[in-house]
């Protein structure tokens, strides 16, 4: 969430607005602004008094802003924090008492609410005056291809260094999940020395990610057109497809041979910027510059054509009983051959 960064400066600032609204389809952002708000704003000794906690499926969201109206005891400012409001239900009622309070706020509360897992209707009257005002915080779902991006600055907020590729191979084997990766990163920071480098076999030790089992390695092997390492990883990862799913391993060779055909379409264009197009590291226009010796641009536009196929089959179309690892291994070597086959492009 681009947001969260001004709200914890205004939190250490002690620069607050009235009330923050957050909602949206990510939570990890939500719960790294609610925490700071519960930890950071108030003394120890002044939370007993002025900071209350209250969850969405024990109350109603006018009981919340009867709280919010009344007066610290003893302090400047009290902390009001609604978590799991989404359990809350939305009547006209609740509503209009969030709209009031929104337009006619108490100075001396700071009002903290997290709506999880969802964005709230936009057209609503109180939604209009929170984002009018600057108080509704949304915290969208980051995409598959932010990821990487998102755990690399992570790593450097962290101070930890890593390999290139290390980025995308935890976003590829965590996915999304950015509470979890979050504590996964934490844990490594823990481990790891000063000055170590974050590389395969740190992260296969202490995540349980394979170093050589990956769909990073089976690229790698298809790349070289290795053909009997690429079968045997096929094989290998196949046998685990709630880890490896198929439709994983396909938009990674998509992505890879997609970007093949830029590579190929772009002579003469600078690294840094052929990169910036193909949005990958510099680092791994190696690797493309070694695959672009096996496939030519035909073959690229036959693999894409081999990828689709493969997909229809998982989907139940022109294929009988076929086991994802079946598909993996039948996939890889047509990608391998692909020089050989007639494709329908």
Not at 99 to 114: H, Q, R
Not at 255 to 278: C, D, E, K, R, W
Request: charged share 30%; aromatic share 8%; net charge neutral.
């Amino acid at each position: 969430m681009k947001e969260l960064d001004l709200v914890l400066k205004n939190i250490k600032n002690k620069e607050f607005l009235p009330i923050y609204f957050f909602h949206g389809e990510e939570p990890f952002f939500m719960d790294v602004a609610v925490k700071a708000f519960e930890n950071d704003v108030l003394e120890e000794d002044e939370k007993a008094f002025n900071q209350t906690v209250v969850y969405g499926k024990d109350t109603t969201f006018s009981e919340v802003l009867s709280l919010a109206r009344q007066f610290p005891m003893m302090g400047e400012k009290q902390v009001i924090i609604l978590k799991e409001a989404q359990e809350i239900r939305m009547i006209e009622k609740e509503a209009e008492a969030l709209k009031f309070y929104a337009e006619n706020p108490v100075e001396s509360t700071l009002l903290i609410i997290a709506h999880k897992h969802k964005k709230v209707d936009s057209r609503k009257s109180f939604a209009k005056i929170l984002s009018k005002n600057k108080m509704l915080f949304e915290s969208a779902k980051m995409r598959d291809y932010e990821v990487p991006k998102w755990i690399e600055q992570e790593l450097r907020n962290a101070g930890l260094k890593a390999k290139p590729n290390i980025p995308a191979l935890l976003s590829e084997y965590l996915g999304t999940d950015l509470s979890r990766i979050s504590n996964e990163l934490h844990k490594l920071k823990m481990i790891l020395k000063n000055d170590e480098i974050l590389d395969e076999k740190t992260i296969e030790t202490h995540i349980g990610i394979s170093k050589e089992f990956n769909v990073f390695e089976l690229i790698k092997a298809l790349g070289k057109k290795d053909e009997s390492s690429a079968l045997r990883i096929a094989h290998f990862i196949g046998k685990s497809p709630k880890t490896n799913p198929l439709p994983m391993m396909m938009g990674n060779l998509y992505n890879f041979f997609s970007n093949l055909i830029i590579y190929h379409t772009s002579p003469g264009v600078q690294p840094n910027v052929l990169a910036g197009q193909m949005n990958v590291n510099p680092y791994f226009l190696k690797d493309f510059a070694e695959a672009a010796r096996f496939y030519n641009l035909k073959h690229c536009t036959r693999i894409i054509s081999i990828l689709r196929e493969i997909d229809l089959k998982n989907k139940g179309l022109g294929a009988v009983n076929m086991e994802e690892g079946e598909l993996l291994t039948e996939m890889v070597y047509k990608i391998l051959h692909v020089d050989r086959l007639k494709v329908k492009v």
